[in-house]
C-alpha cells in the first residue's frame, strides 16, 4: 500500500488532519524533520483527534534517516508539487510507492524533487491560486493511488 511522507511538515493542524486520514486507511505516515512542531503539540493531538493510536507514524530525524529506511524497503518516490510533470489522475501507482509533499510554505526542496523517480500534480483550474492545502492534497491523491490500486472495494 502507498505510504505518506511528508517532509518537513510546518503546521500542526494540517499534520493531524493528514493523519487521521492515514490512520481512516491504514496508511503509514512519516515525518521527515525538522518539523515546525513537536510531536506533543496539541494542536496536532487535537486535529487528530483519539485516533492518534490507529495511527502508523514513523518520525525520521533527517532526510537522510528517511532514506535509509527507504533504500531498504524499496519502492518508488513520487514527488508532488505545483511544478510536477505528471497529472496524478493519469500515472500507474504501484502498491509499494512513497507519496512525498513538502512543507506548507516551500513545498519540497529541490534536491528531494531531483530524487523522486516522478513529480505529480493536481490540476488546478485558477491560475491564481497557488496550491490546494497541504491535507487537502495528500487526501486527494492519496485515494486516487488506492483507487487505482483497487483498494477502494
Known amino acids: 500500500m502507498p505510504q505518506i511522507v511528508l517532509v518537513h511538515p510546518q503546521i500542526p493542524p494540517n499534520t493531524g488532519n493528514i493523519a487521521r486520514t492515514c490512520a481512516a486507511t491504514g496508511t503509514e505516515l512519516h515525518l521527515v524533520g525538522p518539523l515546525g ?19 502508523k507514524l514513523h518520525h525520521h530525524e533527517s532526510l537522510e534517516a528517511f532514506k535509509a529506511l527507504y533504500q531498504q524497503r524499496g519502492g518508488r518516490l513520487l514527488g508532488f ?51 490546494l492545502n497541504l491535507s487537502v492534497s495528500v487526501a486527494v491523491s492519496l485515494f486516487e493511488a488506492r483507487r487505482r490500486l483497487g483498494y477502494l472495494e
Open 37 to 55: 512542531f513537536e510531536i506533543s503539540d496539541r494542536y496536532l493531538k487535537r486535529a487528530g483527534l483519539d485516533y492518534w493510536p490507529y495511527v
Open 81 to 131: 508539487s505545483v511544478r510536477g510533470s505528471l497529472n496524478y489522475v493519469n500515472f500507474e501507482y504501484q502498491a509499494n510507492d512513497w507519496l512525498l509533499f513538502g512543507s506548507e510554505t516551500t513545498g519540497l526542496p529541490s534536491d528531494v524533487l531531483s530524487d523522486c523517480d516522478a513529480t505529480l500534480y493536481i490540476p488546478m483550474k485558477e491560475q491564481n491560486v497557488r496550491s
